[in-house]
Every structure is written in structure tokens, then in C-alpha cells.
């Protein structure tokens, strides 16, 4: 094996390596991330996505929603801003 040719292996091994990794802007996780919406009956530690969270009863009002509501103590009010 010549030294151009070990180079050249190495090169290419490298950029197969490469090939394998995560861009590193996901379209995924730029902008609005965005993940699979786990059943409603999952309680593992996957991510909670917004309808997860909406499908399970919880209400998410902004802050002058919430002061005018009578609070309803079998709800879990989220308040955004």
C-alpha cells in the first residue's frame, strides 16, 4: 500500500464516519420543535407534546383567561404569557 493510498482510506473512512452523525440543524429541533404525540394512556417519560397535554384534561389559558375563571380544583390550569 502506497502513502497516497493509506491517505486516501483514511479520507474515505472518515467521511463514511461523517456521513453517520446528525445534521446539526435538524429539522426536528429548528424553529417549533416537533415530536411524536404519545398515546393519552402513556405515562413514561417520552416528551409531552401540546395535544398530549390537551388530550389528558389539562387546559392551558393565558393569565387574564385564568382570572376570570372560578377555579375548578379537578383541573390542572396552565397559565402562558
Known sequence: ???QGLAEDAR???IAALDLKA???SPSLTGTPTAPTP???DNSTKIAT???VKSNGVVILTQA???ALTPNT???Y???A
Open 1 to 3: 500500500a502506497t502513502a
Open 12 to 14: 474515505d473512512a472518515a
Open 23 to 25: 445534521p446539526l440543524a
Open 39 to 41: 398515546n393519552s394512556e
Open 50 to 52: 401540546t395535544a398530549f
Open 65 to 67: 383567561e385564568y382570572d
Open 74 to 76: 379537578a383541573t390542572l
Open 78 to 80: 396552565v397559565i402562558t
